[in-house]
């Protein structure tokens, strides 16, 4: 465990399973007052109470991040209850694999709404919070969870998905110039391949084989692993900034 994140007030986005799970999990463990976001009210309400059983405390806000007044609403009901958020996690985010000539231009289109527009969205949602915290001495903290993506070539049927990865990298990059003044730090982690369910969500059958493939292969990393990532990277002293994280299973190429 790491020092310094009993007390901070959390929101993860797509907190519901795999690293966002994890993430909140985490953060709520070392004593982070964390507010839950995804769509699927079944599956935060079962993480929320997983918390709260190992005496932490856990918000479960049903919203989804491609929606403004799901969004809003949200904000409210963690103001509410928790008041200014210090940390965001911004790991909501759907990989629709597809050979570009097959790609139905719907699935193109909602993996830039959730993967880039719902960052950019929840971001704007909390920004003030965020500077509110630091300027009353917190730590405040972005964490924009990308991808390796963001940098391969070769692969096939990740075209868009990168694409979108690399805007959140370079989304990551370019806010730290409006908030790193204001002493809030903006971490992007660009995960390899790590074993959760983003790959049962992928229509093509060929695709999402390839994709379990990946995972046989590389030998994944655990969500676990990337939620001690987050914990380590929120938990240094505040004037410390680790940027920019590449972390993939050893064996990865
Ligand atoms: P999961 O599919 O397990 O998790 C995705 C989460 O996002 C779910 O909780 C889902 O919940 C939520 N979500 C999806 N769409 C929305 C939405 N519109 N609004 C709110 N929440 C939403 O996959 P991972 O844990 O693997 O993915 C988490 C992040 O990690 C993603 O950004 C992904 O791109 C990234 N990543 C994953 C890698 C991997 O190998 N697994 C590698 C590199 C990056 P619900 O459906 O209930 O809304």
Request: net charge negative.
């Amino acid at each position: 465990s790491y020092e310094n994140l009993a007390g901070r007030t959390a929101v993860v986005t797509g907190a519901a399973s795999g690293i966002g799970e994890a993430i909140a999990v985490r953060l709520a463990a070392e004593g982070a007052k964390v507010a839950l976001l995804a769509r699927r009210a079944e599956r935060l309400d079962a993480v929320a109470e997983k918390i709260r059983a190992d005496g932490g405390q856990a918000l479960a806000v049903v919203a989804d991040v491609t929606d403004d007044a799901s969004v809003a609403t949200a904000v409210e009901r963690i103001h509410a209850a928790y008041g200014t958020v210090d940390l965001v996690v911004n790991n909501a985010g759907i990989a629709l694999m597809n050979a570009i000539e097959d790609a139905p231009a719907e699935e193109s289109q909602r993996m830039i709404d959730t993967n880039v527009t719902g960052v950019v969205r929840v971001t704007s949602a909390f920004a003030k919070d965020l500077t509110a915290a630091a300027a009353q001495g917190r730590s405040a903290d972005l964490v924009n969870i990308s991808s390796i993506a963001a940098h391969l070539t070769g692969f096939q049927g990740i075209a868009v998905y990168g694409a979108t990865k690399a805007a959140v990298t370079q989304l990551s990059a370019l806010l730290r110039g409006e908030f790193g003044p204001r002493d809030v730090r903006v971490t992007n982690i660009e995960p390899g391949v790590t074993e959760t369910e983003i790959a049962t969500h992928v229509e093509d059958d060929g695709m999402r084989e390839q994709l379990a493939g990946l995972v046989e292969a590389f030998g994944a990393l655990a969500p676990a692993e990337l939620a001690d990532v987050v914990a380590y990277v929120t938990s240094r002293p505040r004037h410390m900034n680790l940027r920019q994280l590449m972390v993939l299973p050893t064996r990865q190429v």
